[in-house]
């Protein structure tokens, strides 16, 4: 909460502050001040749920001063509040948006309840903030674009500013660092200190860095920020012995599936309404929109064109399935053979125990599970090898690591053919569907 808090009234972003009930320095001990008088007088543990909530409220630029932004935000906390929980504004004035920060108690002041989140409370809490701005005659976002997800932008974002994330800013930071030559990898961790973040020391000397704000560290090493950032690399460039790590892009929103379009006149005589009739024209018009998109992006414009890029794509697919398919069958067989391999080791002894034991009766009851071991053993390396010499233990390992790193590669490589194979058809059918093309097939078909 203090972290929170102590960004909102940060004076290098502060336009103007007010509060209501609170004073905004000592926010943090006031709000668990009610949290303790409600547990007294209740029972009820504050611990659940969350301490309080924050509300953030942006504006279009140069629509508002800073002094207007924070009245605004004010009367917002005070209706979305009704009067009854802590609250205090913060302004900003770092971004090319002025913005408010809105924090409130989750405890009423009069300790007679608390605020819990409901369904649909965000789209009542955007729709009381429209509210305000209409009645000051300031714009409001109409149609709010959505992602993938169906979550909403936030307006950071709906406008293209696109919030740099936690490992980007410790890529950015430990650049920053090592251009200023540390001399040695301690050296180095203080200049990271210097630039604002805490260094964590973990089990087994991880390395982690925590930005101001941030919940969560983020660790040193190549996995998590990519090459060239894992510890003993940043020691490399110290010495001088390798170049500064590249700086990897940040990952852009993923373009919008492109999915079947709806046969409307099959579902209406089916027994759908005019509200779905509705609902799926403008469907079908983003999925037509999306579909377009793709084949201007890759100068598809004959239709030619778009049926080879799709065989193509189904091709490749395909071709990567058997690919995947036999290198599992082989991943399988060595595995197999190993299995075997060990067990037809271990049991062995056995055999020629009962072997020289002129296969007594008497031993065999004794021994009878490690016998039939044995001999399953012995049956599956005589299927699998069929004739051919037994590699040895070192080999089966060695290629059983391999035929699972290519069946990882092979993987990931099949996800995405899949993904591609199934947007080249549904694009495909769509564009079908438009020309009349599917139509046209199934009526040759029936004359047929």
Same mark, same amino acid.
């Given at each position: 909460?203090?972290?929170?808090?102590?960004? &909102?009234?940060?004076?290098?972003?502060?336009?103007?502050?007010?509060?209501?009930?609170?004073?905004?320095?000592?926010?943090?001990? #006031?709000?668990?001040?009610? !949290?303790?008088?409600?547990?007294? #007088?209740?029972?009820?543990?504050?611990?659940?749920?969350?301490?309080?909530?924050?509300?953030?409220?942006?504006?279009?630029? @140069?629509?508002?001063?800073?002094?207007?932004?924070?009245? $605004?935000?004010?009367?917002?906390?005070?209706?979305?509040?009704? &009067?009854?929980?802590?609250?205090?504004?913060?302004?900003?004035?770092?971004?090319?948006?002025?913005? +408010?920060?809105?924090?409130?108690?989750?405890?009423?002041?009069?300790?007679?309840?608390?605020?819990? +989140?409901?369904?649909?409370?965000?789209?009542?809490?955007?729709?009381?903030?429209?509210?305000?701005?209409?009645?000051?005659?300031?714009?409001?976002?109409?149609?709010?674009?959505?992602?993938?997800?169906?979550?909403?932008?936030?307006?950071?974002?709906?406008?293209?500013? !696109?919030?740099? *994330?936690? =490992?980007?800013?410790?890529?950015?930071?430990? %650049?920053?660092?090592?251009?200023?030559?540390?001399?040695?990898?301690?050296?180095?961790?203080?200049?990271?200190?210097?630039?604002?973040?805490?260094?964590?020391?973990?089990?087994? @000397?991880?390395? *982690?860095?925590?930005?101001? @704000?941030?919940?969560?560290?983020?660790?040193?090493?190549?996995?998590?920020? &990519?090459?060239?950032?894992?510890?003993?690399?940043?020691?490399?460039?110290?010495?001088?012995?390798?170049? %500064?790590?590249?700086?990897?892009? /940040?990952?852009?929103?993923?373009?919008?599936?492109? +999915?079947?379009?709806?046969?409307?006149?099959?579902?209406?005589?089916?027994?759908?309404?005019?509200?779905? /009739?509705?609902?799926?024209?403008?469907?079908?018009?983003?999925?037509?929109?999306?579909?377009?998109?793709?084949?201007?992006?890759?100068?598809?414009?004959?239709?030619?064109?778009?049926?080879?890029?799709?065989?193509?794509?189904?091709?490749?697919?395909?071709?990567?399935?058997?690919?995947?398919?036999?290198? #599992?069958?082989?991943?399988?067989?060595?595995?197999?053979?190993?299995?075997?391999?060990?067990?037809?080791?271990?049991?062995?002894?056995?055999?020629?125990?009962?072997?020289?034991?002129?296969?007594?009766?008497?031993?065999?009851?004794?021994?009878?599970?490690?016998?039939?071991?044995?001999?399953?053993? =012995?049956?599956?390396? +005589?299927?699998?090898?069929? &004739?051919?010499?037994?590699?040895?233990?070192?080999?089966?390992?060695?290629?059983?690591?391999?035929?699972?790193?290519?069946?990882?590669?092979?993987?990931? #490589?099949?996800?995405?053919?899949?993904?591609?194979?199934?947007?080249?058809?549904? $694009? !495909?059918?769509?564009?079908?569907?438009?020309? @009349?093309?599917?139509?046209?097939?199934?009526?040759?078909?029936?004359?047929?």
């Amino acid at each position: 909460m203090e972290d929170r808090f102590t960004y &909102g009234l940060n004076p290098e972003k502060l336009g103007a502050v007010s509060s209501y009930l609170c004073d905004p320095n000592t926010a943090p001990a #006031e709000f668990l001040l009610v !949290k303790s008088q409600y547990l007294a #007088e209740t029972g009820r543990a504050v611990s659940r749920g969350a301490l309080f909530f924050q509300i953030r409220q942006a504006f279009l630029p @140069g629509e508002v001063t800073a002094e207007e932004a924070n009245r $605004i935000g004010y009367e917002t906390a005070m209706r979305w509040t009704k &009067g009854k929980y802590q609250f205090f504004v913060c302004t900003h004035t770092d971004k090319a948006h002025i913005h +408010n920060h809105i924090y409130f108690n989750a405890t009423a002041f009069d300790r007679s309840r608390k605020f819990h +989140n409901f369904i649909g409370s965000s789209f009542a809490l955007r729709r009381l903030s429209d509210c305000v701005c209409i009645e000051h005659e300031l714009s409001v976002i109409q149609n709010p674009r959505q992602h993938s997800r169906g979550r909403f932008l936030h307006y950071g974002q709906w406008i293209g500013e !696109k919030p740099t *994330s936690a =490992k980007q800013r410790v890529r950015l930071a430990v %650049l920053a660092a090592l251009e200023k030559k540390p001399t040695d990898f301690a050296d180095f961790l203080r200049l990271m200190e210097e630039s604002g973040f805490a260094v964590k020391h973990g089990r087994g @000397g991880v390395i *982690s860095f925590l930005a101001p @704000g941030q919940e969560k560290p983020t660790r040193l090493r190549a996995s998590t920020l &990519g090459a060239g950032f894992d510890p003993e690399d940043i020691k490399a460039v110290i010495a001088g012995e390798r170049p %500064l790590p590249e700086l990897p892009e /940040e990952p852009t929103v993923p373009p919008r599936r492109v +999915n079947l379009i709806i046969d409307i006149q099959e579902r209406m005589a089916q027994g759908k309404g005019p509200a779905y /009739e509705r609902w799926a024209k403008v469907y079908n018009l983003k999925q037509m929109a999306a579909a377009l998109q793709y084949l201007q992006e890759h100068h598809l414009t004959d239709y030619a064109a778009l049926t080879a890029s799709t065989e193509a794509a189904a091709d490749h697919f395909h071709k990567l399935s058997d690919e995947l398919r036999t290198t #599992e069958e082989a991943l399988s067989k060595t595995s197999e053979l190993m299995a075997a391999t060990v067990d037809y080791a271990k049991t062995r002894p056995v055999f020629d125990g009962y072997k020289a034991a002129r296969y007594s009766k008497k031993y065999l009851a004794q021994h009878e599970a490690e016998l039939a071991t044995y001999r399953a053993a =012995k049956d599956t390396m +005589n299927t699998i090898l069929n &004739g051919a010499k037994l590699p040895k233990i070192e080999a089966l390992k060695k290629s059983r690591r391999e035929l699972a790193g290519q069946k990882k590669e092979l993987y990931a #490589e099949y996800r995405k053919a899949q993904a591609d194979m199934r947007q080249a058809v549904a $694009i !495909k059918a769509n564009i079908d569907h438009l020309l @009349g093309v599917t139509d046209e097939r199934e009526n040759k078909a029936q004359e047929r």
